[in-house]
C-alpha cells in the first residue's frame, strides 16, 4: 500500500497555527497524522515554538515575578489585582510569538488608498493561551485547569482583523484590560499570524476560573464600551460561558480556564 503524501512545511505551519477552516483543519490534521511521521514533525514544530515563546528559565521567571509586582497597580484596570506580571518578553522574541512563523505585513497605505482586508475563508480570530512549565511551555486547551501562581502567556489570531481589545473577567467578577493596558482607543492588529502580548502573567487567587476576551473590529474602536459589556457580564452567572453584550459589529472570541481549588 502506497504512504499518504508528505504535507508541505507551509501547510505544517498552517495545522499548527489553527489557520484553516475548522473542517478543512480537522480534515488535514488527521491526513497529517496518518502520515508515518506526521505526528512526529507536528510535536517537534510545536516544541520549537513553545520554547521561542519563552526563553527565560524559570527561575528568573520567579524573580521578576516577585520583583515587578507593583508594576500591576499602575496598568491594571480597577483597583482588584488579578494577575501579577511575570516577566516582559524583548521586542525579538513577542514579535515571533508562540510560532516561529510571522507572515510579512502589507505596506502601508499611500494617500487615499485603502489597503485590501485579507482573510482565510471561515478562519475567525481567536486566543491562544499558554503555562509556562519547568522545561517548554504548555499550549492550554478550552476548559483547562489551572491555579494560582501560574504564569500564562496570551496569544491571539487576528484572522484579518485590523483592530481589537484583549481583557478578563475573572470567578471574583474582576475585570482586567490588557491590550490595550491603558488608553481609550484599540490596538491595531497584526492581520496574519500568531501573536503573543508583550508580557507573561502569574495568576492570583480569583476563585472558580478566568476567562479571556478578544474584541475585534475592522476600525478603531472605544475601549470604553468593550470595558462596560465585560464589567455588566461579570456581574452575573453566565459570566463563564455567555459572550459579551456587544453590538454585532464587533467579533469577539473568549478562552476560558477553570481554577483549582486550593
Known sequence: MNSP???PDWLLERIALGELPSEELVAARARLLAEPEGAARLTALEADSATTLQRLPPAEVAHRVASQG?????RREGPAHRFRPAFALVPAIAAVALLV???PQAPAPV???????TRVKGLEPRLL???????TPEALVEGARVAEGD??????????????VILSVDGRGTVTLHAPESGEASVRLATSGTHALPGAYALDDAPAFERFFLVTADAPFAVGEVLAAARSLAGHSEARTSPLPLPPRYT?????????SP
Open 5 to 7: 503524501p508528505r504535507t
Open 70 to 74: 507593583r508594576v500591576l497597580q499602575a
Open 101 to 103: 512563523l510571522v507572515r
Open 111 to 117: 494617500g487615499d488608498e485603502v489597503p485590501e482586508v
Open 129 to 135: 493561551v499558554h503555562r509556562q512549565r519547568a522545561e
Open 151 to 164: 504564569v500564562v502567556q496570551v496569544a491571539y489570531v487576528a484572522a484579518g482583523r485590523t483592530h481589537g
Open 252 to 260: 469577539q472570541s473568549s478562552f476560558l480556564l477553570e481554577k483549582s
